[in-house]
Every structure is written in structure tokens, then in C-alpha cells.
């Protein structure tokens, strides 16, 4: 298996600029994650999804943030407008439905270093 | 509310010695899971071992074993004959019953040649 693919691994943009990260879990899997990294606050979950559907998107800093799941092998991120103190390290992981046998372990793309000039 | 705790920012090991990181963690529930994850230079979450509560057994993976202590709600992981290679940041994390993981803030870990 592939495991989890985020892209691109990194984007400069500038400010006020639409920037849209992208995650295709690992086949099989229900659940999807978006979390985002900094130094300041460590990992932060922001929005997840079951089935392709949002469960919990409390975490989303914000309205720039949005979250869509089209279809079980496609996520998309988007910030827009960008800001600078958007700029971290944003990671998809993924999970399959059933606990136990290792299904409630998450797994983790290798995430996309966003830089927001 | 679950709260997981790494009490220790940063450690050292020199090559081949053995090394303990520690994590504290609360949760009012009795059936959930316990990860320790690695995160190297290059950002990318590497599960490292897994323990599922409701097993006493401590889990181990080759040269990374966890001591449980379910009572205490303590979960440490124990490197042994360490390598360069496991240089990274270490971040436990706690899975209840629900969909969320908790992470603590993570303790950095160099290995000296």
C-alpha cells in the first residue's frame, strides 16, 4: 500500500493568495483527518471525516478554512485568504472504521509545509 | 476530559545505550488505546508501537517496548541499543472511544554518536 499521499509536499505563496492542499487516504479506510503543526500550539486537529462526511469540524480555525471529501480517495484543504500565521506543517492521516485488529491506529501522510509570505 | 502528558521536553542517549520516554495521560474511560508516534527530521508521523488497555501485556517492537501501567495511567517507551536513526521527536497519544486523538507536546530525542 502506498499509505497515506498529501501534495505538494510544500507551497510558498503570498498572503491573501488560495492555497489548496490535497490528501488521498489509504484504500479501505472511513475515516480522514486534517491536523495542522506549529511550534507554538503542536498538533491540532482540524475537521474530520466519516464515510466522506464531516463529523467534527470545531477544530477549523476559522472561515478561510474549508474542508471537502468528495469521494473515499480525494480531501481537499483550502485557506483562502492565506495568512501568514497560517504558515505550519498540515497532515492528512487516516483510519479504518473498525476498532480493534489495528483499526483504530491512525496513519499519517507526510505532510505539505505551507510558508504564507 | 483525556489529557496526555510528556513531561520531558528534550533527551539525550548516547549510540547503543537505552533510553526511557515518558508520557502520563487521563481519561475517565476503561477501553481505549495508547500510541507512541516518531517524527523525524523529515516531519513525517511514524507509528512506533501500540497498546490497546484492556491487554496487560506490554507491547513491544523490536528494540521499542512500552512499560503500561494502566493503574497509574502511565505510559513510557523504552528504546534499547540506540541507534542515529532514532533521533526525532516522540509524541504519545491516547485514542478513547472516540474518533480523536489526544497528543502530548512531545519530547525531542538525540542520539550522540
Known amino acids: 500500500d502506498a499509505g497515506v499521499i498529501q501534495s505538494p509536499r510544500h507551497e510558498v505563496t503570498e498572503m491573501g493568495q488560495e492555497v489548496t492542499l490535497r490528501c488521498k487516504p489509504i484504500s479501505g479506510h472511513d475515516y480522514l483527518f486534517w491536523y495542522r503543526q506549529t511550534m507554538m500550539r503542536g498538533l491540532e486537529l482540524l475537521i474530520y471525516f466519516n464515510n466522506n462526511v464531516p463529523i467534527d469540524d470545531s477544530g477549523m480555525p476559522e472561515d478561510r478554512f474549508s474542508a471537502k471529501m468528495p469521494n473515499a480517495s480525494f480531501s481537499t484543504l483550502k485557506i483562502q485568504p492565506s495568512e501568514p500565521r497560517d504558515s505550519a506543517v498540515y497532515f492528512c492521516?487516516?483510519?479504518?472504521?473498525?476498532?480493534?485488529?489495528?483499526?483504530?491506529?491512525?496513519?499519517f501522510g507526510p505532510g505539505t509545509r505551507l510558508l504564507v509570505l | 476530559a483525556q489529557t496526555v502528558t510528556q513531561s520531558q521536553p528534550e533527551m539525550s542517549v548516547q549510540e547503543a545505550e537505552t533510553v526511557t520516554l515518558s508520557c502520563t495521560y487521563d481519561t475517565s474511560e476503561s477501553n481505549y488505546y495508547l500510541f507512541w508516534y516518531k517524527q523525524p527530521p523529515s516531519r513525517q508521523m511514524i507509528l512506533v508501537i501500540r497498546?490497546?488497555?484492556?491487554?496487560?501485556q506490554n507491547a513491544t517492537e523490536n528494540r521499542f517496548s512500552v512499560n503500561f501501567q494502566k493503574a497509574a495511567k502511565s505510559f513510557s517507551l523504552k528504546i534499547s541499543d540506540s541507534q542515529l536513526g532514532d533521533t526525532a521527536m516522540y509524541f504519545c497519544a491516547l485514542k478513547n472511544t472516540g474518533n480523536q486523538f489526544y497528543f502530548g507536546t512531545g519530547t525531542s530525542l538525540t542520539v550522540i554518536p
Open positions: 497498546q490497546e488497555a484492556y491487554k496487560q
Open positions: 492521516a487516516s483510519r479504518k472504521g473498525t476498532s480493534g485488529m489495528g483499526g483504530e491506529t491512525q496513519y
